[in-house]
């Protein structure tokens, strides 16, 4: 009786997970951590190790990790770092190279992580961070819209050019605004959601007019935002604001996907962060799927840009669970897992995974290599939540008329130096 009551104690701890090892995880909440959670029962199944995994919005993680992780104790045993947030985290965190080995999964060699993505986990010349996910620009463009022969027939009278994805910024208003006008469809996508998010949209009209917002120079960061060029950038948005959706001054993710995808008369053209794909090409959650087009960004009158908005997996260094916390890094980043992941619709930042010929069926992966040749950076520092907040509000009051461009950009650049000059620069 005693050896059945010891195994019915055994199991029962095993059941409740009672002493069991458990590792906590801070991620953002878009469709490719949802896609890996759905495989966490084979990680936990093979390692014994169960995953709490939190999701929240992306300024909630910063808003997270800035309380619950500090040098002497922590609540999570692996937090995501956006890679503009880096700088605000990386003297917290293990340096990649003194990860502990794996177990059961082996450590994932650097070389395996896409070269445009891996520098978003460098600090200081220490790698704090994996990154995980292929988190660019990529253009969308409605294969609906530009195979239509009759509008082909009409743009070509009107504009002299053949109807198709836009190359460039000018091509990108001449087709919106044609769209815009006959009622067919809103002409332009924007994001005007969150701080991180609209600070990306300044940067990629900032890069493709020429102009770096903040360079880091004799050991100082300084703002180096040409601002005829800038204010060049922010007017051409405000005329692109003109041809997108009604509430576009306010439209984030959410916002975008049902305008885009859900709506009757859709969306022209817009970016998207690949990661989302698989939710537009859902024919049960979208009017379009396999009816969108993919390809890099269209051109600024001063080059391509493709702004870079990938995550790292980090490890305080206050966590008591950092050997399974690796492990699970090492399993996400397996071939294996990301290739299933590539699968779901989703983009790890795996070169051999998103390489595969196995998904030649699948076209905005060769979009979103074509994309990595212009990935851009945002600005990293640790002022960066500050900036991004003076970005935010300045942008959308240029771009929706309620200040004229050029003072926003003024007012940014203002504002930005007194951050920087608060924090010895």
Wanted: proline fraction near 7%; glycine fraction near 8%; charge should be positive.
């Amino acid at each position: 009786m005693r050896k059945i009551a010891a195994i019915a104690f055994v199991a029962f701890i095993t059941i409740s997970g009672l002493g069991a090892q458990t590792i906590n995880v801070l991620l953002w909440d878009d469709p490719y951590p949802k896609a890996l959670q759905a495989m966490l029962p084979e990680f936990e199944k093979a390692t014994g190790i169960k995953v709490n995994i939190e999701m929240l919005q992306p300024p909630q993680v910063l808003t997270k990790t800035s309380v619950a992780v500090s040098k002497t104790s922590t609540d999570y045993d692996i937090v995501a770092m956006d890679e503009g947030n880096v700088p605000l985290f990386a003297n917290l965190m293990v340096p990649y190279e003194a990860w502990p080995a794996g177990k059961k999964f082996p450590k994932v060699g650097k070389e395996t992580v896409t070269p445009a993505m891996l520098d978003v986990g460098m600090w200081d010349g220490k790698l704090v961070g994996l990154p995980i996910n292929g988190n660019l620009y990529v253009w969308m463009t409605r294969k609906d819209l530009v195979e239509n022969p009759q509008y082909r027939k009409d743009f070509k009278a009107k504009y002299n050019y053949d109807l198709g994805v836009p190359k460039t910024f000018k091509q990108m208003l001449e087709m919106g605004t044609f769209f815009n006008e006959r009622g067919i469809s809103a002409g332009f996508g924007p994001f005007n959601g969150g701080p991180a998010g609209v600070h990306g949209e300044a940067i990629f009209m900032w890069e493709s007019y020429g102009t770096h917002f903040i360079d880091y120079q004799g050991g100082k960061y300084k703002v180096v935002l040409d601002e005829k060029k800038a204010t060049e950038g922010m007017e051409f948005y405000k005329k692109l604001m003109a041809i997108s959706p009604k509430g576009a001054e306010t439209m984030a993710h959410v916002e975008r996907q049902a305008a885009f995808a859900a709506d009757p008369k859709g969306v022209f053209s817009m970016f998207i962060w690949p990661a989302q794909i698989s939710a537009y090409e859902d024919p049960d959650k979208s009017l379009v799927a396999g009816k969108i087009l993919y390809s890099a960004p269209p051109a600024g009158p001063a080059k391509t840009v493709a702004v870079r908005g990938t995550w790292a997996l980090s490890i305080p260094a206050a966590s008591k669970q950092q050997a399974a916390a690796a492990e699970f890094v090492y399993w996400w980043a397996s071939k294996d897992i990301a290739s299933r992941l590539v699968e779901a619709n989703t983009i790890p930042a795996r070169s051999d995974a998103l390489a595969d010929p196995r998904f030649a069926n699948k076209p905005w992966l060769a979009a979103i290599a074509e994309s990595m040749k212009y990935a851009t950076a945002r600005p990293r520092l640790k002022e960066i939540p500050q900036i991004q907040d003076i970005v935010k509000k300045y942008w959308i009051q240029g771009i929706t008329g309620q200040t004229p461009c050029v003072d926003a950009v003024k007012a940014i650049i203002k504002e930005t130096n007194a951050v920087l000059a608060a924090a010895g620069n």
